[in-house]
């Protein structure tokens, strides 16, 4: 709230979706979409949109912070 920055890893935030203790969303096209977690056909866990396509990756697209 104070406006200071702060770094999760992408390990946490998966931890943290997954339990149940935090939601992530972004702003993409005007709209505010939640972060959820996406399993590779290889079992691996990573962060993903819910508006993303299986050919595209809206979290890849945002600015750097």
Partial sequence: SDGTRWFLSQEDAIAGINTGKWDF???LGGYEVAVIVGVSRFGN???RTRA???DENNLLN????
Avoid at 62 to 65: D, I
């Fill in 45 to 47: 866990k990573y962060l």
């Fill in 62 to 65: 945002l600015p750097e912070c």
């Fill in 25 to 27: 969303y972004v702003f």
């Fill in 52 to 54: 993303d396509r299986e």
